[in-house]
């Protein structure tokens, strides 16, 4: 249907697309991109990061969180996680901040493998350093915080400024590439629209120059912009994701359930932590710990013996002060390093099947146990 409208950009597809997710989140504006990347970068140009106004994030993400800040020339630093979640906390936080000589304006906490920061807390201290408070949701839409000190909605910015998430092909919601920015600040959505179409101006009351009378072709470019534009095929593809994510969800905490049930007291293994099988975690990420050491194999044999029985694994994510671009001055990040040197993580997507699971667990154990 999508291919009969005419328009393969900024269509019909693009505007139902925006107000569903707008909906689901039950935020006032939502702004999507084409890619995860874009949102971010979009978001940090719209809030003023540059040269003198910096990010505090976690290194344990994804290049773009940080980069997207580099990509506005702004400068970069790391709070440390807590080695059990890879989560920054209000505590590690504060203490990045209080031993900083950058300027920091915004804080963007990332919800690592669809388990969520302390929003409550870190607002709080968001506030005390007079910091803008920023979601990287990539792993997390459709979170919720449900208990009797908060409730909120992963995506409905109660304590941040914006949220943005990534609609890459491995997400829980896909356009092939994509992305979202999630606000309830006008400004915010207005910069955004702007910045994402190259920063063509074309309401006539914000024209600096005056067209020739009837110029219904007219526009004028105040600030540089981008063209960070979905088109309507991967909209429609993001429509019937969206139509899916709470069944998906259901789905990936009975498959994390599986798995702690098949892979408990496993030696040398740690399974992540588990408040409750609740939408608190949307599980995007099954991270194992692994005591290496104590096993007496290195992390690359044992994800070779599981390619060789056709398991994929990976690791999210080699920290960012570790990669020679950054070159952290800080070193001081032990909770980073202890997440990072004892965590793989194993297949985790919906079509996986009990049986799926089983077989994954047993080789696990298998090789552990050998």
């Not at 590439?177 to 920063?199: A, Q, Y």
């Not at 800080?330 to 980073?336: C, H, I, Q, T, V």
Request: charged share 20%; net charge positive; aromatic share 10%.
């Amino acid at each position: 249907m999508t291919l009969k409208t005419g328009y393969l950009t900024q269509g019909n597809k693009l505007i139902e697309f925006e107000q569903s997710l707008k909906d689901y989140f039950g935020c006032k504006y939502t702004k999507v991109c084409n890619s995860g990347t874009a949102a971010l970068h979009l978001l940090y140009n719209s809030l003023g990061l540059g040269p003198k106004e910096g990010l505090l994030t976690s290194p344990v993400t994804f290049l773009a969180t940080a980069n997207a800040a580099r990509m506005c020339g702004a400068p970069v630093i790391f709070a440390d996680v807590d080695p059990n979640t890879g989560l920054m906390t209000a505590e590690t936080i504060e203490n990045a901040l209080s031993k900083s000589d950058i300027k920091i304006k915004v804080i963007t906490v990332v919800h690592l493998g669809g388990r969520v920061c302390d929003l409550k807390a870190i607002s709080k201290v968001a506030k005390k350093y007079n910091c803008l408070l920023v979601e990287d949701a990539c792993h997390a839409p459709g979170a919720i915080i449900n208990n009797k000190n908060d409730n909120y909605k992963i995506g409905d910015c109660k304590y941040s400024v914006a949220c943005t998430f990534s609609f890459h092909a491995i997400k829980h919601i896909t356009m092939g590439e994509g992305g979202c920015i999630n606000t309830n600040d006008h400004k915010i959505m207005s910069d955004v629209d702007l910045f994402r179409n190259h920063g063509m101006q074309k309401d006539s009351s914000n024209f600096i120059n005056i067209p020739e009378k009837n110029a219904l072709w007219y526009y004028e470019m105040h600030e540089l912009g981008w063209n960070y534009r979905a088109d309507e095929l991967s909209c429609a593809l993001g429509l019937s994701q969206l139509s899916r994510l709470d069944e998906n969800i259901e789905k990936r905490i009975s498959i994390a359930k599986l798995y702690n049930d098949h892979l408990c007291n496993t030696k040398y293994i740690q399974l992540p932590p588990v408040e409750g099988y609740d939408k608190s975690n949307v599980w995007h990420l099954y991270p194992l710990k692994i005591d290496f050491i104590s096993l007496k194999k290195s992390r690359g044999e044992i994800m070779q013996s599981l390619m060789s029985v056709g398991i994929g694994t990976q690791v999210h994510y080699i920290p960012l002060f570790m990669q020679p671009y950054y070159n952290s001055k800080e070193k001081n990040f032990p909770g980073s390093m202890q997440y990072y040197l004892s965590t793989l993580s194993i297949p985790l997507y919906p079509n996986l099947s009990n049986n799926d699971v089983k077989f994954i667990s047993s080789k696990i154990k298998k090789i552990i146990d050998k």
